[in-house]
Structure formats: C-alpha cells, structure tokens
C-alpha cells in the first residue's frame, strides 16, 4: 500500500520487464530487480511477484526501498496513455452493469486488500467470466474465494447468473 494515488480505477498487471516498458516506469524499474516476475499497479498499492523465495528478506528491503524512492521522486507510476478508458458503457446489458457495479463495490476493494485484482471480461449465455490478476492470480485459494465468494453474491443479485469462471 502507498499514500497516494497510482490509478483511478482498475489495474495494470505485468508479466514482464518488456510489457511495462512503454507504460510504466515504476513496473520496469521493478522488473530491474532479481527474481520479479510479474508487478501489478492498482489504485493505491503495488503487487510484486518473485520467482525465487531465496533471500526473500533481502529482496523484499530492496523493493520497498525502491518502491518509496519512486515515490519521492514525484514520477508518475504508469503513463496517462496507458491507462483504459472504459469502454462505451451505453453499449452494456443492464445485467452486466449491475456485475461490475457489485464487482466496483464489493469485491474488488477486498481483492485489493490482498493485493490483487478482479476484472470483468464479459457475460455470455448466464456464464461470468473474470480474469484475476496480481496476487490473486496465482493464488491457490483464488478459485475458492472466486466460487464461493463471487459466484454466490453474484448469484444472489442477478439469478440470471449460472456460473462464474476465471480467464
């Protein structure tokens, strides 16, 4: 977590140095450090994945350490061009709209607490499908949390809903 604003809304997450190098300074100054494989920026917090849990105390000092340097530099984390509109939201069925709005409300600031993302991907046919992103991507309760959690509040608000599944 961080004291100020990275994005409005939503996240960026990446899975390598060449994918954040166009988008966001802070990501690829990240990737520079031994053993990052994956960054994700949301709105006020940072997720780093490592691939080695060898020196784990070092390595975490040295990415809170760069992280706060970033953050005194006054440098923007992610370029503004990088950053999604979202897409015309006119063109969404009301039952998409209300899928975000509770995914918006509920579910991904609880998400955010644990330092990863819920994105919605589209509606078909009564099936949700969500794409989890930072920590919560390789997450072994992440499918839990999804099924059980998401799925049923999901359910209980649209009944149209049969199912959830991660992209």
């Known amino acids: 977590m961080v004291n100020r604003s990275i994005l409005l809304k939503g996240s960026r997450d990446y899975t390598n140095?060449?994918?954040a190098?166009?988008?966001?300074r802070l990501a690829t100054l990240l990737f520079?450090?031994?053993n990052v494989s994956g960054v994700m920026l949301g709105t006020n917090f940072v997720t780093v994945t490592i691939s080695n849990q060898d020196r784990l105390?070092?390595?975490?000092e040295i990415l809170l350490s760069s992280i706060r340097k970033f953050f005194e530099s006054d440098q923007l984390a992610i370029e503004p061009?990088?950053?999604?509109?979202?897409?015309n939201p006119a063109n969404l069925s009301n039952i998409e709209k209300k899928i975000i709005q509770i995914l918006d409300e509920e579910v991904r600031p609880?998400?955010?607490m644990d330092g990863g993302d819920i994105t919605?991907?589209?509606y078909e046919d009564g099936i949700v499908f969500l794409k989890m992103q930072g920590a919560c991507s390789g997450c072994p309760s992440s499918l839990m949390t999804l099924k059980m959690g998401v799925e049923t509040r999901l359910k209980d608000a649209v009944?149209?809903?049969i199912e959830v599944i991660p992209v």
Not at 21 to 24: R, T, V
Not at 81 to 87: E, F, G
């Open 120 to 122: 919605f991907e589209k």
């Open 21 to 24: 190098k166009s988008e966001s």
């Open 32 to 34: 520079g450090i031994e």
């Open 81 to 87: 061009s990088a950053v999604q509109v979202n897409s």
């Open 159 to 161: 009944p149209e809903i």
């Open 17 to 19: 140095a060449e994918a």
């Open 57 to 60: 105390t070092q390595t975490n």
């Open 110 to 112: 609880a998400v955010a």
